[in-house]
Structure formats: C-alpha cells, structure tokens
C-alpha cells in the first residue's frame, strides 16, 4: 500500500536506545510533518468512521497523541490508559510482564461503562503486553474492545499474533523486522 510506505519511510529508527540491542522506531518525524501527520490520522479516520464505536482509549504516552486526534475526527470521545500512578480518581488496574519486572497500567473507573463499544490506540506492538493489558481493563468495566490500533508492528516478538489468538482484533499500518 503506497500510503503504509510513506509512513514506514518516515519513521525513525534509533539503534541501541534506551538500552543496547533495540531499535526504537521513533515516530516523532511522522507527527513533526504536517503532510504525514495528516495521511497518518487519515489512515485510521478511513478505517473507523462510520462504524459502531463509542469512545477511544489511548495507551500512554504515544497512544495519548494519536489516539486524541483520532477520537476528535471521529466525533468521539477519549480516554487515557495510563502509567500507574498518574490518574487522579478511581481506578483500574492491570500489572504485565516485562523483560525485567513487571509495569502497571490504570485507566479511570469510570471511563467507559457495560456495552461500550472501544477502539484502543497505541504507537507500537512489540510483545503485545500494553495491548493485552488495556484490553483487559477496558473489560474489566464491562465495555468491549472493537479493535486495537497500533501504526508499527514487530511481528518476530510475536506479540500481534498472541493478540490475536487472545480474541483481539487488531490492526497495524507497517511491520519492521527484529526487535
Ligand atoms: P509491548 O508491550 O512489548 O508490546 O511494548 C509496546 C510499548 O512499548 C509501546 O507503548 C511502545 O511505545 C513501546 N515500545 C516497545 N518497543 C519499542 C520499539 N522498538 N520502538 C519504539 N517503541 C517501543
């Protein structure tokens, strides 16, 4: 798809950061230019509007700029999955295994209800931890998870395909190899 290679071809890759041996692909040159930034929104605008989706929820931090955007072109409102420790009321939460240790993700107890239909957005699936995990919560208040978003997958961690076979749908825009 041409558009998913102009995305690819904009994404920054950076070796060995935050530690040795991983590839950050940095999606900050997408957001910086005003032309990706409007295919990048576009993309997903394309896929979801018009369809049965009441609010989307965005996984901390990248997730937060697209998913906000995303929420507003599409007349939806939006809610944060967030580090612990950074929501302010009542919340939900769900601890996930990291290489080393482990992380917590929280959302606000009263951000989505019993049949709300959501749409999560992230930046990037590596091992599909944060994914599963903001899955979880967004059940965990009773609503359903139509989809999750992400514009990188790195399919060798495996972690879309354990999305996947976790009854997740899930939609990516490119894939790079390795870590
Ligand atoms: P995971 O839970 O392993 O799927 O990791 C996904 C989360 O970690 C996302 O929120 C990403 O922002 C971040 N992440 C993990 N690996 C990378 C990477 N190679 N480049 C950029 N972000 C990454």
Redo the contacts with the bound molecule.
């Keep these: 798809m041409l558009d998913a290679d102009y995305i690819k071809r904009n994404i920054r890759t950076v070796p060995d950061w935050p530690e040795k041996g ?5 999606i900050t040159p997408l957001l910086q230019n005003p032309k990706t930034l409007r295919v990048l929104i576009d993309l997903f605008v394309h896929r979801y509007m018009g369809q049965d989706i009441d609010l989307v929820a965005g ?2 931090a ?2 937060f700029i697209l998913g906000a955007i995303v929420a507003y072109e599409l007349n939806l409102g939006f809610v944060p999955i967030r580090k612990k420790g950074k929501l302010p009321f009542t919340t939900v939460e769900e601890q ?1 295994e ?1 290489e080393y240790g482990s992380a917590t993700v929280e959302l606000h107890a009263d951000a989505c209800k019993p049949g709300d239909r959501v749409l999560i957005i ?10 599963m995990a903001g899955k979880k919560l967004v059940e965990k208040l009773g609503a359903t998870v139509v989809e999750g978003a992400a514009i ?1 997958d ?1 399919p060798e ?1 495996g ?1 879309s395909r354990r999305l996947r076979e976790a009854g997740l749908a899930l939609h990516t825009l490119v894939d790079f190899g390795g ?1």
């Design positions: 991983v590839q950050f692909r940095d996984i901390d990248r997730g996930y990291l992230d930046d990037l699936i590596a091992t599909g931890g944060t994914m990188v790195l961690l972690g870590h």
